[in-house]
């Protein structure tokens, strides 16, 4: 019987962020959401909540450069697709908001310009998204920022997809906390793993409805 697989993209448009003041290891890949010090790594004492990032990581975890041209390149992988579409989201919205979305080479804004794109984007007060792992961290999320309204859009409900999202993201964290085969952590989260494709399945088609809709826009400007 062939068991679910985890994901290989299951970082890609959930990822979750490290809190604010703490740095994050590794390189940030354009455009990506990718997890820093949250429950992937080491165990932590605080929980971690995704909350506003120094405007050098801004810069790198959203730029994906222009949707548009990059839905007409061929065989687009899916992840790049949502991705594109998040980025476009997250900028309109900023826009909306005043603010101008980061951009690699941009000047630097002052302190205060980066702490409003940053409220903007991931949200301000109380972390209504919580959620404690089997290892004991706790990855918490807003439901106010440009972020989460794109996560909406694209997936239909943040709220599910925070949680299924956490989960498939660390089921080797899971793992190796238990001391169980991850053959074993993905058949006990099965239901999550089908859950977890099945929003990924409609926010592919809602980010390819998106693009496309931004296309031809521009192209009609």
Not at 5 to 16: Q, Y
Not at 52 to 70: D, F, I, M, Q, W
Request: with cysteine; hydrophobic share 35%; proline share 10%.
């Amino acid at each position: 019987m062939r068991r679910d697989a985890t994901p290989r993209d299951d970082r890609e448009a959930g990822a979750h962020l490290p809190a604010p003041g703490r740095s994050a290891p590794g390189r940030y890949a354009p455009g990506r959401y990718a997890t820093g010090r949250s429950a992937r790594s080491k165990p932590a004492r605080r929980p971690h909540t995704l909350a506003p990032l120094p405007l050098l990581l801004l810069l790198t975890v959203l730029t994906v450069g222009c949707a548009p041209s990059v839905e007409r390149k061929p065989g687009l992988p899916p992840a790049d697709t949502i991705k594109a579409a998040q980025q476009q989201l997250t900028d309109t919205c900023l826009t909306r908001k005043g603010l101008a979305p980061p951009r690699p080479g941009d000047r630097p804004p002052s302190a205060a310009e980066q702490q409003r794109v940053a409220r903007a984007l991931f949200g301000t007060g109380r972390t209504e998204l919580s959620l404690t792992l089997p290892t004991g961290h706790a990855v918490r999320a807003h439901t106010d920022g440009c972020l989460a309204s794109a996560q909406r859009t694209l997936y239909g409900d943040q709220r599910r997809w925070f949680r299924v999202s956490t989960v498939v993201n660390n089921l080797k964290p899971e793992a190796a906390f238990r001391k169980q085969p991850l053959t074993e952590i993905r058949d006990r989260h099965r239901g999550d793993l089908a859950e977890w494709r099945r929003l990924r399945t409609r926010a592919l088609i809602n980010a390819k409805a998106h693009l496309q809709s931004e296309s031809r826009r521009a192209a009609a400007r």
